[in-house]
Each structure stands twice: as C-alpha cells, then as structure tokens.
C-alpha cells in the first residue's frame, strides 16, 4: 500500500535554531517527491520537488534530500525564523503512466518556532 | 505571481444542501485539481481534470459531486446533497504540465472552508 510517514508529528524549537523533519515512503513507482509549507488555514506551498536522481535540492533556507534506495527524505531549516511556524507536508507522485500520477501526502510535521 | 484563487473563503450550509466552491486557476495552467482536508487529517486527493474532462477520481469522489469548468478561467466544485462528513477545508490546484516532473508544482488555492450542520 502506498503510504508516507512523517516524524516528528510535531516540533518546538527557538528561534535561530536549526531542525530537521523526517519523511518515510512506501511508493511505488516512485516519480517525485515535494516538501510543502502548510500556514495554518491556508493552502500548501511548494518548497522543493525532487526526482529519483537528485539528492539534496535547496530553497533559501529550506535544504530538503532524497534517499531513493532507503525511500527517505528529510528537510532541515535553518537559522529558524517566527514566520517558519507552520505545518510541513511531505508529498510522493506515483507513476501511473497517462498524464496524471497520484500524490500521496503525509500527515505533516507541525512545526513551532518560539522566539 | 499569479495565484490559485478561490471563493467563497468560508461556507456554512444545512445538510442536504446543494453547494458550489468556486476556483480560478492559474491562467495558463491545463491541469486542474480539488483536494479536501478534514480538520487535522491529512490532504485527500477528490479529482484531476484535464482537456474538459475528468482524468481521475478518488473513491471519495461519488455521485453525489460534480467539477465543471464553464468558461475559460472558472473551475467548480458542486455538492449536490451536502453530510455532515462534507465538513472540510477544499483546496483548488493548478499545475501547468501535469504531476510527473520536477518543473511542475502544483499551485494551491488558499481553500473554501465547508462547514455543515
């Protein structure tokens, strides 16, 4: 059964720290896998999108990597700042061939950030 | 930058109610989607349509919802006779060249809130 896990279910940390989230996969076939910023009630963002071939891919702060053999991912924030506050959604496409893959989402990491 | 926009932000309805959520995607994008997410759970995949016509449908997507793109830039989502269990936030997307590449994000709406008694 497709399935991604992420931990922690939640998180605080200080302002200015840095923090890494943890997202698990069983998908398959794999196509890509996106990490997304959720404010609380709004739509998610998209942060990264990694396929199989990449490693690690940044944005500003954000630095997310992929592990296709284990099927492990992991986004670490930096220097953590007020506005980081927010729920981090980890996302896998499955391949299904067509147009159209399948997203399988995580039930998210929320992350606190405390001055 | 151009945004997923969505309306209305908030719905309250009586059960048995027919709804409407309405979406404007990105102008050029050809791939549209509604997604729901019951509070605290985890994003739910409803429907992908592109081309006009419905790609993809979930399980949860039955009979009793519909998707409609009436003219050139709206998208809607009708819930002919609305459960309690419809209580959701509905997310709107967009994506320009469907889900497999990594040049493709997919855009989301800041949602329509659905709450019914």
């Known amino acids: 059964k497709n399935q991604v896990e992420q931990s922690p279910q939640s998180l605080i940390i200080l302002e200015g720290k840095n923090c890494t989230l943890q997202?698990?996969?069983?998908?398959?076939?794999?196509?890509?896998l996106r990490w997304y910023k959720q404010d609380t009630g709004r739509g998610p963002v998209s942060l990264t999108i990694m396929t199989f071939s990449e490693n690690t891919k940044s944005n500003g702060r954000y630095t997310a990597t992929l592990d296709a053999d284990t099927k492990q991912s992991s986004l670490h924030i930096t220097a953590s700042q007020l506005s980081d506050s927010a729920s981090y959604i980890c996302?896998?496409?499955?391949?299904?061939?067509?147009?159209?893959?399948?997203?399988?989402f995580g039930t998210g990491t929320l992350l606190a950030v405390q001055p | 930058e151009p945004e997923v926009t969505q309306t209305p932000s908030h719905q309250v309805t009586q059960m048995g109610q027919e709804v409407i959520l309405r979406c404007v995607p990105i102008?050029?994008?050809?791939?549209f989607y509604w997604y729901r997410q019951i509070l605290g759970q985890k994003v739910e995949f409803l429907v992908s349509f592109y081309n006009n016509e419905i790609s993809e449908k979930s399980e949860i997507f039955d009979d009793q919802f519909s998707v409609e793109r009436p003219d050139g830039s709206n998208f809607t989502l009708k819930i002919r006779s609305t459960k309690l269990e419809d209580s959701a936030m509905y997310f709107c997307?967009?994506?320009?060249?469907?889900?497999?590449?990594?040049?493709?994000?997919?855009?989301f709406g800041n949602g329509t809130r659905l709450t019914v008694t």
């Open positions: 997307a967009s994506t320009p060249l469907g889900l497999r590449g990594a040049n493709s994000p997919l855009h």
């Open positions: 997202c698990n996969y069983t998908v398959s076939p794999f196509s890509n």
């Open positions: 102008s050029n994008h050809l791939y």
């Open positions: 996302v896998v496409s499955a391949r299904y061939g067509g147009a159209t893959n399948k997203l399988i």
